[in-house]
Every structure is written in structure tokens, then in C-alpha cells.
């Protein structure tokens, strides 16, 4: 197992070619899709997802989305992680959790980790995050992690808040 990140209760890991049931099962539910607006079909499309999407970030920029477990079980509980947008030219941090799991601060937890790992170990001049305006609690999320409101936006069709935060290692980083 490649673990990438430990906090206090979690643990981050690179998803492997053999994870496509846990993003299937992690998918099926609606209201975990239901502001992020892709739905998985079946278990060949998170496979596709899988190959396509997450896997070939590790490689090309050393970061990505990571699964999440509980320390202590080992249980998959979802995915976070930083992501390179190549069209905007900017990593995003994104997050996704299982229904279950939800209230008991793995976001926060697992996104503040992600972010202190961009900008110690990657180096990272700035991390963006987006959520649709209605979805409170990612954009609580992002604002208990520091990120810094920068305005609304049409993403996809959907109005969506942006909130920004520069690296505070790298001197003049976001003047
Ligand atoms: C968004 C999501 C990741 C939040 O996960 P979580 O583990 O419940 O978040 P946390 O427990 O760390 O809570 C963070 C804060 O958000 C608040 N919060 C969580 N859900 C909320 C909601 N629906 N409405 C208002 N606030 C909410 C929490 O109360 C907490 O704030 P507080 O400490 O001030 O009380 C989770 O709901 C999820 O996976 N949703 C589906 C996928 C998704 O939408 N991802 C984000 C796409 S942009």
C-alpha cells in the first residue's frame, strides 16, 4: 500500500488499478453525487473513471486524489485529494465522503492534510477549491481549512463559490 499521508485518524492512500468497487460503491449513493453531478453508471465506468482520470495524475504530477481509511479499521471511507486542472492551470482540492461517514470532521481533516502536503512536500505555489453554492458543508470545509473566498462562477453549468489559498513558505507567493 503506497500510503502518501497519515493524520491523527486517517490514512491517505494512491488508489491501485483494483479499487474500481470501492469508487463504484462510493458513487452509487445519490446524495454524495448530488452536487458534484457524476454519477457512476456501473462498475466498468468507475473502472474507466479509475484508469482514466485518477491513476494518470499520480504519474504525471505526483499528486492526485487519494483514498481515504479510518486508522484504526483500515475502512474505506472516501477520497481526497489535489488534482492538476491543466485547462485553468491550477490544482484543485476536492474531497468526497461516504454518507455514513459524514459529521465527524474526516473532510476538514483529511483536506487540511492534503493542503500542508502541496505546499511542504510539493512545493506548490497556490491550491484552488470549488463548491456548488447550495453544497453548505464542502464550503465549510474550505473555509475551516483557511481558504480564502475569491468569488462565484458558472462551472458546468452550476453556480459554484472558489476560494483560493497561496503557499506561505514561498515568500510573495499571491502578492
Ligand atoms: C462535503 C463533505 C465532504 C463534508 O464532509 P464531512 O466529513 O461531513 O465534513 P466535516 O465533518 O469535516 O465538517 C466540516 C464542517 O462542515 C459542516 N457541515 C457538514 N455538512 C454540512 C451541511 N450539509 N450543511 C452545513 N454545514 C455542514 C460541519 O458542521 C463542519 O462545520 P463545523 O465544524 O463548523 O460544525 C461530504 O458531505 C461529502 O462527501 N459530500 C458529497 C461529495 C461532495 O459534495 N464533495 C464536495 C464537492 S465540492
Excluded at 51 to 58: D, G, R, V
Excluded at 83 to 111: C, H, I, M, P
Excluded at 147 to 168: S, W
Amino acid at each position: 500500500m503506497d500510503v502518501i499521508i497519515e493524520t491523527e485518524r486517517l490514512l491517505l492512500r494512491t488508489f491501485t488499478i483494483n479499487d474500481a468497487s470501492l469508487i463504484y460503491e462510493l458513487n452509487i449513493d445519490p446524495e454524495v453525487t448530488r452536487y458534484t453531478h457524476d454519477p457512476i453508471r456501473d462498475i466498468d465506468h468507475a473502472q474507466e473513471v479509475l484508469e482514466k482520470t485518477i491513476l494518470p495524475q499520480y504519474a504525471l504530477y505526483n499528486h492526485g486524489r487519494w483514498a481515504v481509511h479510518i486508522r484504526s479499521s483500515m475502512q474505506f471511507v472516501g477520497w481526497c485529494g489535489l488534482k492538476y486542472r491543466s485547462e485553468l492551470n491550477e490544482v484543485d482540492l476536492g474531497y468526497r465522503f461516504q454518507r455514513q461517514a459524514w459529521g465527524k470532521g474526516y473532510a476538514t481533516e483529511a483536506a487540511y492534510a492534503c493542503i500542508k502536503y502541496g505546499f511542504e512536500k510539493l512545493g506548490l505555489d497556490r491550491i484552488v477549491g470549488r463548491a456548488e453554492t447550495g453544497n453548505a458543508g464542502s464550503c465549510r470545509v474550505l473555509e475551516k481549512c483557511g481558504m480564502k473566498y475569491i468569488g462565484d462562477q458558472v462551472t458546468e453549468g452550476h453556480p459554484a463559490r472558489t476560494y483560493e489559498l497561496y503557499n506561505p513558505f514561498i515568500p510573495g507567493s499571491g502578492l
